[in-house]
């Protein structure tokens, strides 16, 4: 469904730039294991396993659908260092350009716990500012932003539209129910929204069903 759905985009004209995770999830599962290891070196190495494997993933959908796709890995040294952020601007200038789709993860191999952008919600909002996006898709678990936390909250509420996102007042715990998989959480796509929107995008928090996003 989500290549189908960059292919629709791409044939309306668009250019799309993928934001993935999973590296270290897809290297637990080639080598059988059940949860991450605390040890960085251990995620790094998981993450240097993982990523052929993620990568081939996204190769074999995006042939399917007669698109070429491309790795894009960065650190915050990429993005914080003036010669190496400008270099990652011409890259996926030509990127795009070739009609290629960069699927872009933070390079946990290399990255240091101190200096890593930690989740995909602050490296799209990044990313989106670097390439100067008109529109960033957050595609979650829940169809919307919400007053609280909706699966531990019933009185949460949907809020379809924010016209100012320093003016939010919302309740932003995570639930219980991840497994440990993932990052991030409601509290990280506000500082996204912040972030990207300051740098003139547009953001959207929406159900993680691709078909979505062309509409």
Not at 140 to 162: M, Q, S
Not at 198 to 208: E, L, N, S
């Amino acid at each position: 469904g989500l290549a189908e759905t960059v292919r629709t985009l791409k044939d309306n004209g668009c250019h799309v730039v993928l934001i993935s995770s999973g590296a270290v999830g897809v290297g637990c599962q080639r080598l059988g294991l059940s949860k991450k290891p605390a040890d960085l070196s251990k995620r790094q190495a998981l993450a240097a396993i993982g990523q052929v494997h993620l990568m081939r993933f996204y190769e074999d959908m995006f042939s399917a659908v007669g698109i070429t796709c491309s790795q894009v890995l960065l650190t915050l040294d990429n993005l914080s260092d003036k010669q190496q952020y400008a270099n990652a601007v011409n890259t996926f200038h030509e990127l795009l350009e070739y009609g290629v789709v960069p699927v872009v993860n933070e390079n946990d191999t290399v990255a240091i716990e101190q200096l890593k952008i930690g989740d995909n919600d602050t490296l799209s909002a990044q990313v989106a500012t670097l390439v100067h996006a008109d529109w960033l898709f957050l595609l979650t678990d829940v169809d919307a932003l919400y007053t609280a936390n909706p699966a531990v909250d019933p009185k949460a509420k949907p809020i379809r539209i924010v016209e100012d996102v320093q003016a939010l007042n919302v309740k932003t715990e995570m639930s219980q129910s991840d497994p440990g998989w993932g990052t991030g959480g409601m509290g990280t796509k506000i500082s996204a929204a912040n972030m990207a929107t300051a740098g003139g995008t547009r953001m959207v928090i929406c159900q993680a069903d691709p078909e979505v996003v062309p509409r």
